[in-house]
C-alpha cells in the first residue's frame, strides 16, 4: 500500500524554519500502529493523518514518534495547507474532526492560515516544596512565576514557567532529568515564556515536551491556545505576536476571542513524496 506524503514547514513562509510536520491524507482509515510506525519513520515532532468525512471536513489524528495527541496546531495548519494547496484548491475553509473537538483554518488571501481552536486556561500552580530548586537545575535557571494549564493529553497537563526577559527563555537548556521532574507534578510538558516588549514581539516562548518524545518543539500551536489568554489578560490586548524562540523560531500572529484563540501563520513545502508502507 502506497500512502502520499508531504512535509510541511508550519508558522514560517521560508523552508528550514518554523516546525515541520508530516502531512498523510487518507483515504480510508489504517491501522494505528501503522501510523504510529510512520510517525516513528518521519521523526517529526507530529505527523498528521486525515481523512475525509463530508465535503470540507475531515477526521483528524496526530501521532509523536512514539504517541498519539489530543492537539497539534502546526500540524492541522498543515493540514489545511495540503487540503488548500494540493487536495482542494477550491476550498476556503477546511473543518477538522478531532479529540479535541472540531478545528476550522480559513485560507487567506495572503496564503496564510487562520486557525481556530479553544483557548486553555491556566492557573497559579503551588510548587511542592523543593520542585522550584529542582526546576530551575533541570533547565538552568529558575522562573519568577509557575501556573498549570490542564492541557497535554494522557492524564497531563502543561506547566507555564514565567521568565523575566527573552534572554532567560532563550538561554534555557533544559536536562535528561526534566520529563521526570515535571511528571511528579502531572505535566506532560513545560511552556517556557516572557514578555517580548515590543519591537515587534508582546510574548516569547519555547516548549519542552519529553513525556511525549518531543524534547523540544519548534513552533507550538497548541501551546499557545494557553499562552494567548495567559499574555492577553496581563497586556490587556486580543491580538498579540508570539516569537517562539527555539532554534529553528517562527512566529505566530495570536487573536482572542473568549473561549477560543485564532492562530495565524504561514506555511512552506518542504517535500513532497510518497510511502510504501509494505502493507497490502
Known amino acids: 500500500m502506497k500512502l502520499r506524503l508531504w512535509q510541511i514547514d508550519a508558522f514560517t513562509d521560508t523552508v528550514f524554519g518554523g516546525n515541520p ?4 491524507p487518507l483515504d480510508r482509515w489504517i491501522d494505528a500502529k501503522v501510523m504510529q510506525a510512520i510517525a516513528a519513520e518521519n521523526n517529526q515532532a507530529e505527523t498528521a493523518f486525515f481523512a475525509p468525512n463530508a465535503s470540507g471536513s475531515f477526521d483528524l489524528r496526530w ?16 493540514s489545511a495547507y495540503v487540503v488548500f494547496r494540493f487536495l482542494d484548491p477550491s476550498l476556503k475553509e477546511a473543518r477538522f474532526q478531532t479529540r479535541s ?3 476550522i483554518v480559513r485560507q487567506g488571501l495572503d496564503g496564510r492560515g487562520a486557525m481556530t481552536m479553544p483557548a486553555a486556561s491556566a492557573a497559579p500552580f503551588q510548587a511542592p516544596q523543593g520542585f522550584i530548586a529542582a526546576l530551575a537545575k533541570a533547565v538552568g535557571s529558575r522562573p519568577d512565576e509557575l501556573h498549570y494549564a490542564e492541557k497535554g493529553g494522557a492524564g497531563t ?7 523575566p526577559t527573552p534572554d532567560a527563555v532563550k538561554a534555557l537548556k533544559p536536562g535528561s532529568e526534566l520529563e521526570a521532574l515535571l511528571l511528579t507534578v502531572k505535566a506532560g510538558s513545560l511552556i517556557a515564556t516572557a514578555p517580548g516588549g515590543g519591537n515587534p514581539y508582546d510574548m516569547v516562548s519555547r516548549f519542552f515536551a519529553p513525556h511525549f518524545g518531543v524534547p523540544e518543539d519548534p513552533v507550538t500551536g497548541s501551546a499557545h491556545t494557553a499562552l494567548t489568554p495567559f499574555w492577553a489578560k496581563r497586556l490587556n490586548k486580543s491580538r498579540l505576536l508570539a516569537r517562539q524562540a527555539s532554534p529553528r523560531g517562527g ?5 482572542h476571542d473568549e473561549d477560543r484563540v485564532v492562530l495565524e501563520g504561514a506555511c512552506a513545502l518542504y517535500l513532497a513524496g510518497e510511502i510504501e508502507t509494505g502493507a497490502g
Request: glycine share 14%.
Open 21 to 24: 510536520a508530516g502531512v498523510v
Open 63 to 78: 501521532f509523536t514518534p512514539t504517541s498519539e495527541v489530543d492537539l497539534c496546531g502546526h500540524a492541522t495548519l498543515a
Open 101 to 103: 473537538g472540531e478545528l
Open 157 to 163: 497537563g502543561a506547566l507555564i514557567g514565567v521568565w
Open 251 to 255: 512566529d505566530i500572529l495570536c487573536i
